[in-house]
């Protein structure tokens, strides 16, 4: 049975080979499991959604002062397993990574219902649209309050096409703006 000491040494290690090998990642939310095996192997098992500055997204919104922080139209979902071989001869030692890999990756609108309020939340924080930054950087305010200003009739004869995607344009706005003008 794995000691809550043991998790924490895994973890640090499983999150220092992600470092190594260059996993730019904005975690949003973020769990971890752990499995064991027979013959001293450990499966870490990460339940993540977040979002991988690797990867292109369809921005929202872009942030005028942070290079990197954007908000996007959807949030990636990784599952992802790392089996460890373990050594309890002298407490506890990490062998070997046995293997590893992306088991399920999806990527989710944010106004699917698996993109909770909480996830919402984070996602502004973590790519600085909070209130905290908003005081900081006025620019950031201003982005913001311009994004809203925009209201749907402004653009609705103009893309009568796109009616759907102007829609879900909207209901996004609504979802985010409780964390955009949160503490503001």
């Known amino acids: 049975?794995?000691?809550?000491?043991?998790?924490?040494?895994?973890?640090?290690?499983?999150?220092?080979?992600?470092?190594?090998?260059?996993?730019?990642?904005?975690?949003?939310?973020?769990?971890?499991?752990?499995?064991e095996k027979p013959d001293s192997i450990v499966i870490v098992r990460d339940l993540d959604f977040l979002i991988d500055k690797n990867n292109e997204y369809e921005i929202l919104l872009k942030h005028p002062v942070e290079d990197?922080?954007?908000?996007?139209?959807?949030?990636d979902y990784y599952e992802i397993e790392i089996a460890l071989r373990l050594d309890r001869s002298c407490g506890l030692e990490i062998k070997e990574i046995i293997d590893t890999g992306v088991v399920d990756s999806i990527s989710y609108s944010l106004l699917d219902p698996e993109i909770t309020d909480d996830f919402i939340e984070s996602l502004v924080s973590s790519m600085c649209f909070d209130a905290k930054y908003q005081k900081e950087f006025t620019e950031v305010k201003d982005l913001i309050q311009e994004?809203?200003?925009?209201?749907?009739?402004?653009?609705?004869?103009e893309f009568t096409k796109v009616k759907d995607l102007i829609q879900e344009f909207e209901k996004i706005k609504l979802k985010l703006k409780p964390y955009l003008f949160k503490g503001i």
């Open 68 to 75: 990197n922080c954007f908000i996007p139209l959807s949030i």
């Open 1 to 35: 049975m794995l000691s809550d000491n043991d998790k924490n040494i895994i973890s640090n290690y499983v999150n220092e080979y992600n470092s190594v090998i260059g996993i730019d990642l904005v975690y949003i939310n973020h769990d971890r499991q752990f499995e």
């Open 147 to 157: 994004f809203y200003s925009v209201n749907q009739s402004n653009y609705q004869e």
